[in-house]
């Protein structure tokens, strides 16, 4: 009896693990995906110190003016040429604004000649007669150190750029051997760089620069007044601006 009953609960059991096996699996839990993040590409660093050179063409206008000369002034005439040279300076970055100070020496072949009454009322001898010459301004380097303030919108930078200048002017009636003066005055202007690369930067700019005025007063530069003293000198005073257009490449170190 009690071997009839342990034969009858394992069949039972058996019947019960088989029957559950035919029951329908329940379905697995979904799976949830993984939250998005967008790759942000980092917006680029514009503080650092860099290298570059630049080159361009300057054009400008003098005058030559002289009380005792009759007729006063030459009026403005123009002076042009080509520039080439080295630019070093040093930005710092806050937010989008981007502040610095750069510096740059450029040589440069910027000349003009005027071809008026008041040049020509000029005397090449002590006591002579109106030689007809003409009055040339020229100017073969210049240099500046300016402040920057510029708004990056990442790779693109635009900014105003104001400071001091100063260059090598050179007067003389024309033919006759220049006067040589180093002067100093201010310039101001804008420009566009872009960031082509992590380290290298492009970059297209204006400035006007005011040199203020010179001095043409040797004879063997300027020659004599006329109908003022036999052996008078001129005492010319040549104001020279100029306008420059340039393109440049920086290397900034990081």
């Not at 019960?16 to 699996?25: I, K, M, N, V």
């Not at 402040?147 to 260059?167: E, K, N, P, Q």
């Amino acid at each position: 009896m009690k071997r009839l009953f342990i034969t009858a609960m394992l069949s039972i059991a058996a019947a019960g693990t088989a029957f559950a096996a035919d029951l329908p699996q329940p379905m697995p839990a979904p799976q949830v995906p993984a939250a998005y993040i967008p790759t942000v590409a980092p917006v680029y660093n514009w503080g650092g110190i860099y290298l570059g050179i630049n080159g361009g063409y300057g054009f400008g206008q003098s005058q030559w003016t002289d009380p005792a000369n009759a007729v006063g002034s030459s009026g403005y005439f123009s002076a042009n040429g080509g520039l080439v040279g080295g630019t070093v300076g040093v930005n710092f970055q806050t937010d989008a604004f981007v502040f610095g100070v750069e510096g740059d020496i450029d040589w440069q072949s910027v000349s003009g000649t005027g071809s008026n009454a008041f040049c020509s009322n000029i005397s090449t001898t002590s006591g002579g007669v109106p030689s007809g010459l003409g009055c040339q301004t020229q100017s073969d380097w210049l240099g500046t150190i300016r402040a920057r303030v510029g708004y990056a919108a990442d790779r693109v930078l635009f900014y105003g750029t104001a400071g001091g200048a100063f260059g090598g002017v050179q007067t003389s009636l024309n033919g006759l051997s220049t006067q040589s003066t180093t002067k100093f005055g201010w310039t101001a202007g804008a420009g566009v760089e872009w960031a082509f690369a992590d380290n290298w930067t492009a970059r297209v700019e204006y400035l006007y620069v005011d040199l203020g005025n010179s001095t043409c007063n040797t004879s063997t530069s300027c020659g004599f007044e006329v109908g003022v003293a036999p052996t008078a000198p001129t005492n010319n005073s040549v104001s020279f601006t100029e306008n420059i257009i340039r393109a440049g490449v920086d290397f900034k170190f990081r």
